[in-house]
């Protein structure tokens, strides 16, 4: 039998889904076979409006030709190349462009295949660059309550989402999280928030109660994504880079969802005006199309690996797919995409229609919280007693029967469509999760 990629398999036990309900799904899957620009195609033959960039990735729209002709054109060319001890052209040419776009400051590139290893691979530079400078004792990590660093061991110990830790053991030691910065004194605060700049003081206890000498790394997500779209307080993320940079702390921005133009700059530190040491990408790196992260450093931090003789490895860490050519022929393809179409700056220039938009629906049943940046929103829904979650999964599951792709974690709603996204199209998206909103009242 030929297989038939549009239509619903017979059999859908074998695959074990991630971060998925598997039997509610199985019981009435929601099977997406093609998708074109702004929308998804469904197997009985639904358009999808999507609302959010597949997972965070899509900043393009999707099936943008530029991108499938260069993956198409490099598969057939060069495969695969190993990066150990061995090179191809485009590896260097991507990590160039991508540091072309980066904040000043931010000069090299190290390849990985997704969020969670470019998490993982930035705690443990961090932790080999204090050891190469023969600060051997700075070891303690410290992430963030709320915060979301993929599925790796270092991303959930860094992590502060209890379903994410609870069910995998002792995880790392040495680990310290400083308090989220969702306020509700900023319940439906139009962008930025006022109040909270001070949690960042937090850190000068953490450093009080170890001793800066034994802190490795501070990494956060400069606007939490994952945990439903927490943004940081004015000027708390310029506190928190002051108060590393004064106690020899390195500071990593995880840009995994918020990098390549979700707020309306290449980078949000550009947005916010703060240059972390280190920032941590994938997603948008090759509009999701090939799975691809990266690290990206500092000379400070590259350089302090490059002094021992020439043969010797300067980082024993890699993977078999690092810098893979066909990721990196996605990766060069979508940079140029993004430049040649603005897609890069295009988020700030949608903001404030996305705004209006979004808090139009204030005052619809169970909305408790509205926020947004760039083109990213949060729509917050009071929960069922007793029920975490299940207002949100319903919103999920009617949304997508009134054609709009959305997410949901526990009971907040949260968008980041492709920047490619038109204003009648934000309306279209907003007005349906406002039907959608009144239906499950
Ligand atoms: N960090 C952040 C901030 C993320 O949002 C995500 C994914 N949503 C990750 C890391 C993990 O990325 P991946 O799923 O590609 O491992």
């Known amino acids: 039998m030929p297989l038939d990629r549009k239509a619903v398999p017979n059999d859908l036990r074998a695959f074990w889904m991630p971060f998925t309900s598997n039997r509610q799904f199985k019981s009435a899957p929601r099977m997406l076979v093609s998708a074109k620009d702004m929308h998804y195609t469904t197997a009985d033959g639904r358009q999808i409006l999507d609302g959010t960039a597949g997972l965070w990735c899509c900043n393009a729209g999707h099936c943008r030709p530029k991108i499938t002709e260069a993956v198409q054109a490099q598969v057939a060319e060069l495969d695969y190349a190993p990066a150990f001890q061995m090179g191809h052209p485009l590896a260097f040419e991507l990590a160039n462009r991508i540091v072309d776009i980066a904040p000043d400051g931010i000069d090299h590139v190290f390849y990985c295949n997704s969020g969670s290893e470019a998490v993982d691979t930035a705690l443990k530079i961090a932790l080999a660059y204090h050891r190469a400078r023969g600060d051997a004792a700075r070891t303690r990590l410290i992430g963030r309550e709320r915060g979301y660093h993929g599925v790796g061991f270092g991303g959930i110990s860094v992590g502060g989402i209890v379903n994410n830790r609870r069910f995998f053991g002792s995880l790392l030691t040495g680990v310290d999280h400083l308090p989220h910065t969702h306020l509700p004194e900023n319940a439906f605060t ?35 994504g994952s945990t439903g779209v927490l943004l940081p307080p004015k000027g708390y993320l310029q506190r928190l880079r002051d108060i590393t940079k004064k106690h020899g702390i390195l500071l990593i921005f995880d840009e995994v969802i918020t990098g390549f133009g979700r707020l309306g700059s290449p980078f949000a530190a550009q947005h916010f005006g703060v240059v972390p040491d280190m920032i941590t990408c994938a997603k948008g790196l090759t509009n999701g199309v090939i799975p691809m992260g990266a690290v990206l450093t500092s000379a400070a931090i590259h350089d302090a690996f490059m002094q021992g003789p020439e043969h010797v490895i300067e980082l024993f860490h890699g993977y078999t797919y690092s810098g893979n050519p066909v990721a990196c022929a996605a990766g060069i393809a979508t940079l140029e995409t993004y430049q040649d179409e603005g897609l890069l700056t295009r988020a700030a220039q949608l903001e404030s229609h996305w705004q209006e938009a979004l808090h139009s629906l204030k005052g619809l049943p169970n909305v408790i919280d509205i926020r947004n940046m760039g083109l990213i929103g949060a729509v917050e829904l009071q929960g069922i007693d007793g029920e975490p979650g ?34 009648a199209q934000i309306d279209e998206l907003i007005g349906k999760l406002a039907e959608v909103l009144k239906s499950t009242a």
């Not at 700049?197 to 790394?217: C, K, M, S």
């Not at 974690?409 to 469509?417: V, Y």
């Open 390 to 423: 299940k207002r949100g999964f319903d919103a999920f599951v009617r949304a997508y029967e009134a054609g709009i792709l959305i997410r949901v974690t526990g009971d907040i709603i949260a968008m980041s469509p492709p920047l490619i996204i038109s204003e």
């Open 190 to 224: 139009k962008g930025q928030p006022e109040n909270g700049a001070n949690l960042a003081d937090e850190l000068e206890r953490i450093v009080a109660l170890h001793g800066a000498d034994t802190i490795a790394a501070v990494i956060v997500e400069p606007m939490a």
